[in-house]
C-alpha cells in the first residue's frame, strides 16, 4: 500500500470514529460529569486559590485511584518533578540519569536542579528507558566509591537519580531499573506524566520509585488546566513537598514566616476543583481510549502498518495512540497530508540531546531514540462514545 493510500484511508476512517469535527485534535479534554459544579463550588466559596477544600479532595482522589500513600499537588508536572528531584537529593553538579526521547520538561526540572541529564536510550517495547541499556551504561562508565555515591568516572561528577519516562502512557520496566539502580546507590523519580490510569505487573506508574509525578496538563486524560502531583510512600518527603510547594511557609495566624527558599507551586483550589469532576470520570475515559487503541491496532494490523501497543505485563492508557511507519520520509508525507485535512497528528518528541541546550550532554548510544523519532506519527486519541 502506497502512503498516499494509507494516508486518504486512514482520514476516512479517522472521520467516522469522530463525527461531526471539521478539526480533529490530537487529545481534547472532556467535561462529561460534576466539573462545572465543583468550579462554581469554588468561585461561590471565593477559595479559589492554593487554599481549599477540593486540593485536599484532589489529592485524595489521586492516592485512592494510584495507590499511593501520600500525594501532593502542584501546579504543574515540571514543578512536581524539580521538587521530587530535590528532596531526592539531587543538586548543583550532580548527574541525573534519563532518557532524550520525552518532553523537555524532563531534563528542564533537572536543570532547575543545577544538576545534568545524562542520556541513556530507549527500548522499543516500552518507549521509555532501557533496563539493559542503563544497566551497560553505569557499568561502563561509573563506580561506587568510599563515600557510598555513584560517580561518573568521564565527568567525575556524582549520579544521584535516574528517571524514566513512562512514554504515551505505556509503563515502563520500573521493577528492572530500580533493582539496577540500587546495586550504584541512585534513586528513582518516575516521569510519570502521561501515563495516570496505567499500570505494571499489578502497580500503578509512579509507585515503584522513591517517588513519582503526574501531569494534568489540558492534554491530558485527566485535566485540572494546568497541574501536576508528587506521589510518594515516603512521610517525610511528602511533608517536605507540601512545605517546599507553599514557599515554605510556616503556619502561623498572622505572620508570613518562612524557613527556606520556598517555590509557590501549590495547585489552585479552581483547578482542584476541574480535577475532581475529571477524577470521577477516569475509569470510563481509560476504558473508552482501550477500547479506541483496539479499533486502531485492527485497523492498522490488516494494512501491516505497526501500532504501538502496551508492553508485555502492562496495562497502559493509551494516552496517545500511535503507529511507527518505514521512515522519516514517510512519516513526514503523512503528517502532511492529515494536517493540512484538520487531522492533527503530531511526531514523537525531538530527541533532547538534539536541541541546542542539551547537545552536550553526556549520553550513552541513542540509536533507539532516533529510530523511533524518525517514524513515530501519533494519532488523534480523545475520548470517545
Known amino acids: 500500500m502506497t502512503m498516499a493510500t494509507l494516508s486518504q484511508e486512514f482520514e476516512r476512517y479517522v472521520r467516522k470514529i469522530f463525527p461531526a469535527q471539521d478539526y480533529i485534535p490530537l487529545h481534547a479534554p472532556q467535561f462529561r460529569g460534576n466539573e462545572r459544579q465543583y468550579v462554581l463550588d469554588t468561585l461561590e466559596s471565593t477559595f479559589v486559590s492554593s487554599v481549599g477544600n477540593y486540593v485536599d479532595k484532589f489529592e485524595i482522589a489521586i492516592a485512592e485511584f494510584t495507590g499511593s500513600q501520600y500525594v ?33 520538561g ?7 536542579c543545577g544538576a545534568h541529564p545524562v542520556f541513556v536510550d530507549v527500548e522499543r517495547e516500552t518507549l521509555g528507558l532501557s533496563p539493559k541499556k542503563l544497566a551497560e551504561f553505569l557499568e561502563e562508565n561509573t563506580e561506587v566509591r568510599d563515600d557510598g555515591l555513584c560517580w561518573n568516572r568521564v565527568s567525575n561528577r556524582i549520579i544521584k537519580v535516574c528517571v524514566p ?49 503526574l501531569s494534568f496538563n489540558g492534554n491530558k486524560i485527566v485535566t485540572t488546566g494546568g497541574g501536576g502531583a508528587i506521589m510518594t510512600d ?27 527558599v520556598g517555590y509557590n507551586y501549590r495547585l489552585p483550589n479552581l483547578n482542584a476543583a476541574l ?27 490488516q494494512r501491516e502498518v505497526e501500532f504501538i501497543m502496551e508492553p508485555r ?4 492508557n493509551y494516552w496517545l495512540n500511535a503507529i511507527l511507519l518505514e521512515n522519516r520520509s514517510e512519516r513526514d508525507c503523512f503528517l502532511q497530508y492529515m494536517n493540512d485535512r484538520g487531522i492533527m497528528t503530531r511526531p514523537m518528541w525531538t530527541p533532547l540531546h538534539t536541541l541546542p541546550m542539551y547537545k552536550n550532554c553526556l549520553r550513552g548510544p541513542l540509536q533507539m531514540t532516533e529510530h523511533i523519532e524518525d517514524r513515530l506519527v501519533n494519532i488523534p486519541s480523545s475520548v470517545i462514545g
Open 72 to 104: 501532593i499537588a502542584t501546579n504543574t508536572g515540571t514543578s512536581a518533578l524539580h521538587i521530587a528531584l530535590m528532596l531526592c537529593g539531587v543538586g548543583k553538579e550532580d548527574e541525573v540519569v534519563t532518557q532524550s526521547l520525552t518532553f523537555v
Open 234 to 260: 515516603d512521610k517525610d518527603i511528602a511533608r517536605k513537598a507540601k512545605h517546599l510547594t507553599t514557599t515554605a511557609k510556616k503556619s502561623h495566624p498572622w505572620l508570613f514566616l518562612h524557613d527556606k
Open 165 to 213: 519516562v513512562h512514554n504515551l502512557g505505556h509503563p515502563v520496566r520500573c521493577q528492572d531499573i530500580q533493582e539496577i539502580c540500587a546495586q550504584y546507590h541512585i534513586s528513582v523519580v518516575e516521569d510519570a506524566a502521561e501515563s495516570l490510569g496505567s499500570v505494571s505487573n499489578g502497580v500503578h506508574t509512579g509507585r515503584i520509585g522513591r517517588t513519582g509525578i
Open 313 to 316: 505485563a502492562a496495562i497502559s
Open 275 to 301: 480535577g475532581c469532576g475529571q477524577m470521577e470520570q477516569l475509569p470510563t475515559y481509560v476504558e473508552s481510549k482501550r477500547k479506541l487503541a483496539s479499533l486502531y491496532q485492527h485497523w492498522f494490523n
Open 106 to 112: 524532563t531534563s528542564n526540572a533537572i536543570r532547575y
